[in-house]
């Protein structure tokens, strides 16, 4: 098989850090596959070092109408073009302005206020709400004979960390909260009341905010004065998609991934200063986004070894390269007392100019989740039913997350 030759990635091979994923490293350039739910073929980059320098390489971008003429396959308007079906035009906006779909200075330009507003004071500060919500979630759920630790605890929790952050008064959070999760995570059947919901409440906020600030996101922002009131909106929906289902997500999946190894779940409560170093390997051995976004060649250049031509997509595999033995010693393996070098020691954030923005509160929320629910409770949670019979489902494009958690606390 040459490396012409595409891949069909199957969910089952997304997952799996030693099948798929070693054969494509040992390919001479990179491979062409063809990623889960979709027919278009990409290049997939899984090599770590390969994937570090895909992320910083300017040739490389992710919008594919800056590229004159650009002829080539497009997987990622496959993706899109899945993602936005029934959907009313006049909400296109708020979806398609995602900050990971701009480059250069149309990204600096919109992802600079955003920065600014997303201090390490304001994360800092949220501390106290997290904890307390994490703890309130906890103690209810402890009481029942069976919890499902993703949608009654994961998503509660991230989803209140978010509507805290942006501005969202206690008032109202309830009812926005409904709204997000019935556009974000429900079964679909309410999707377009909860984002009709979610952005006519965003506006409202966004003119209180303007007459009467407060210390918040949304606040931050028109202060800044960068971005236009629709452009806000856009950012409430940014933090929706990457801040609350991908988060809750994580969260019930380290869990899992604990559960999985109860060596190590023992070895972190018996030594609770570990935590420090079991985030990050959480966030490694997860990586919960298996694939990055889709980047595109502006010119015929050769990269990883592989002549791409103009117009050609190309998708970074973050979960292969978290596993990539050339980089971790024995990847395969959860080990809560890996050591790594600067910076986060994983990709699981992404790399270069899109590196994720919530990094900080992400690392915040994992600390203290984990912190309340693995460390400071008396037992440990243990599955609430067989390991077979946890529930998962297939994201296009992705691989398999969980749909729920059952556990006892």
């Not at 490293?25 to 090599?47: E, K, N, S």
């Not at 600079?112 to 309130?136: C, D, G, H, M, S």
């Not at 190590?264 to 420090?276: C, K, S, V, W, Y």
């Amino acid at each position: 098989m040459t490396s012409e030759t595409p891949v069909h990635l199957t969910p089952e091979l997304v997952e799996n850090p030693v099948g798929a994923y070693t054969a494509l490293r040992t390919r001479p350039g990179l491979g062409h596959v063809v990623l889960p739910g979709l027919d278009t073929a990409v290049r997939l980059v899984t090599r770590h070092e390969d994937v570090k320098a895909a992320l910083t390489e300017p040739r490389l971008v992710r919008d594919r109408s800056t590229i004159p003429d650009a002829a080539m396959p497009d997987p990622q308007a496959e993706l899109l073009t899945q993602g936005a079906d029934g959907l009313p035009p006049e909400y296109a906006q708020y979806l398609s302005g995602h900050l990971a779909l701009f480059d250069g200075d149309e990204h600096t330009r919109r992802r600079n206020p955003l920065t600014r507003a997303f201090t390490a004071r304001r994360v800092a500060a949220l501390r106290p709400f997290v904890e307390k919500t994490a703890r309130q979630l906890i103690e209810t759920l402890a009481e029942r004979e069976q919890a499902d630790l993703l949608g009654e605890f994961a998503y509660p929790l991230s989803t209140a960390v978010i509507c805290a952050l942006v501005g969202v008064d206690a008032a109202d959070q309830d009812k926005v909260c409904g709204w997000i999760r019935d556009f974000a995570h429900g079964d679909g059947s309410r999707a377009l009341e909860g984002l009709g919901g979610v952005v006519q409440y965003t506006k409202e906020l966004v003119a209180r905010r303007r007459a009467e600030p407060a210390d918040d996101l949304v606040s931050a922002l028109l202060a800044d004065g960068g971005m236009t009131d629709d452009e806000i909106v856009t950012v409430f929906f940014l933090l929706i998609n990457t801040g609350i289902t991908p988060p809750a997500l994580f969260l019930a999946h380290a869990v899992l991934a604990l559960l999985d190894h109860p060596d190590q779940l023992e070895r972190l409560r018996a030594e609770p200063e570990l935590l420090g170093r079991a985030v990050p390997e959480l966030l490694r051995y997860v990586t919960l986004v298996r694939m990055g976004a889709t980047l595109y060649a502006t010119e015929d250049f050769v990269f990883a070894g592989t002549r791409l031509r103009k117009g050609e997509a190309v998708t970074v595999g973050l979960f292969a390269a978290d596993h990539d033995p050339a980089a971790y010693d024995a990847p395969e393996r959860l080990d809560v007392t890996r050591e790594f070098g600067r910076g986060d020691g994983h990709l699981a954030f992404g790399h270069g100019p899109h590196y994720c923005i919530g990094a900080a509160l992400g690392r915040l929320v994992t600390g203290v989740v984990f912190e309340e629910l693995v460390i400071r409770r008396p037992t440990a949670p243990e599955l609430a039913v067989d390991r077979a019979d946890v529930r998962f489902g297939h994201w296009p494009g992705d691989g398999f997350h969980l749909l729920s958690l059952p556990v006892r606390l």
